[in-house]
């Protein structure tokens, strides 16, 4: 079985990737994280270009704002997608938020910059970027709300049969650790080494980290625990 445990909307995405790859296995999707607007409005400034680390934020912008055609730095292939398909001229900066954060100082941008991000990110761009003496703000436009374990889930994390629990997200992966029943054998699949590391101590019986933390990289390792179960 895999499980997955993205909010719904992303989690039904991947399931569709893995389906369309091939995937005729036990599939199941039970969220540990459902994600809401904040009361706080994305706003884009005269002359700002915006800095994406996920395409969740990417869905946050009003479209109105969006068809602005603003630049926009990005962090993967899969924001990138989702912004320039918004209407952002859109580039990726690197996949992940270090190599966003070393390409826009070797290279700043001569507009201000805002971050639209959710309330739990990591990386630290804003507070980095200013630092090195660019001119950047941030508002954090959405919420990753915690969702209890789902009954299904719980089952299947109680049996006997190996579980392959694919991980995009350093806060996924912490709150998996804290609400996983165990019992089952666990097949991680981390999509980088900080997700891999919220679950230190966990009872795990294979781990793997995707070559590049990008859904290709996940699939093609789900797929080789697949084949070695």
Not at 74 to 86: E, K, L, S
Not at 220 to 228: H, R, S, T
Request: hydrophobic residues 50%.
């Amino acid at each position: 079985m895999v499980l997955l445990t993205r909010p719904a909307e992303r989690a039904q995405q991947f399931a569709t990737q893995l389906t369309a790859r091939g995937w005729n296995g036990p599939l199941l999707c039970a969220p540990l994280q459902e994600v809401a607007p904040t009361e706080t409005p994305a706003s884009l400034r005269e002359g700002e270009a915006a800095i994406f680390s996920s395409a969740t934020a990417v869905a946050m912008v009003p479209p109105e704002l969006s068809r602005r055609a603003a630049p926009a730095y990005c962090v993967g292939v899969h924001t990138t997608a989702a912004a320039r398909a918004a209407g952002w001229q859109a580039d990726m900066y690197g996949a992940t938020a270090d190599a966003l954060v070393a390409r826009l100082i070797a290279k700043p941008p001569k507009k201000a910059l805002v971050h639209l991000r959710g309330r739990y990110s990591r990386g630290a761009i804003c507070a980095r970027l200013t630092a090195a003496g660019l001119s950047v703000r941030e508002s954090v436009i959405y919420a990753q709300r915690a969702l209890a374990l789902s009954a299904e889930a719980s089952a299947a994390l109680s049996g006997r049969d190996p579980v392959i629990v694919p991980l995009f997200s350093p806060r996924s992966a912490a709150l998996f650790a804290k609400s996983a029943p165990g019992n089952a054998p666990l097949w991680i699949v981390s999509m980088s080494e900080a997700v891999q590391a919220e679950l230190d101590g966990m009872p795990i019986a294979r781990h793997v980290v995707a070559k590049t933390p990008d859904a290709a990289s996940m699939l093609d390792a789900i797929f080789n625990l697949g084949d070695a179960a």
